[in-house]
């Protein structure tokens, strides 16, 4: 990516910076939990079926869920809404203190990435937001009765090893998303409070 320097039309606080860089650390970790999947080989896509009436088949990623769990738990800091690293609040951070039009352009096509992000969906019918919240806090985490009803229709539409494809799919892609707004905010210090976009929004 080529470097357009943004500068914030206000300074974000201490507690903002703070925010930023507790997103960057994370994010750190993240990315290596997905880099050392991706050694123990990890794999995206194959060939899938659809079976009707919402039931589809097809592999397994590769690896078992309990080394998913992993990279699932290190991407709840961008995903839960309580967390300060989530990845709205930070882009909302940055939205706010600059008006730069370019940069809330890039803004709005990362959020597009984020929300597009998803797997055999069309198939299936469970969109990916609800895939994370029904796995995430009706089976992996937590097991919410109000997710249960969910959860078992997931498991008649396909098995728990395409259901974790899909999940892990659907992370992969906001982990993108999250990666691009890691690399806007990397200029940013508490003296020189500059972002950077990427070619296409540069004009």
């Not at 930070?90 to 809330?104: A, E, N, P, V, W």
């Amino acid at each position: 990516m080529a470097d357009t320097l943004v500068p914030m039309s206000k300074n974000i606080s201490s507690e903002g910076l703070e925010q930023l860089q507790l997103f960057r650390l994370a994010f750190q970790e993240l990315w290596s939990n997905w880099e050392s999947l991706k050694r123990q080989g990890l794999t995206l896509g194959g060939s899938f079926s659809n079976r009707g009436d919402g039931r589809v088949s097809g592999p397994s990623c590769g690896i078992e869920v309990h080394r998913l769990k992993g990279l699932y738990l290190d991407f709840r800091f961008f995903w839960a809404q309580k967390e300060p690293t989530h990845f709205f609040k930070i882009s909302s951070l940055l939205g706010k203190h600059c008006t730069d039009r370019r940069l809330h352009a890039c803004l709005k096509s990362n959020k597009k990435q984020w929300v597009k992000a998803g797997f055999l969906h069309e198939w299936h019918g469970v969109k990916p937001e609800e895939m994370i919240d029904t796995l995430f806090n009706g089976k992996l985490f937590h097991t919410d009765p109000r997710r249960q009803e969910r959860v078992r229709e997931v498991q008649l539409l396909m098995s728990d090893d395409l259901a974790h494809h899909c999940l892990v799919y659907s992370v992969y892609m906001r982990i993108i998303a999250i990666r691009n707004l890691n690399w806007v905010i990397q200029p940013m210090e508490a003296d020189a409070q500059f972002v950077r976009i990427p070619a296409g929004f540069d004009k």
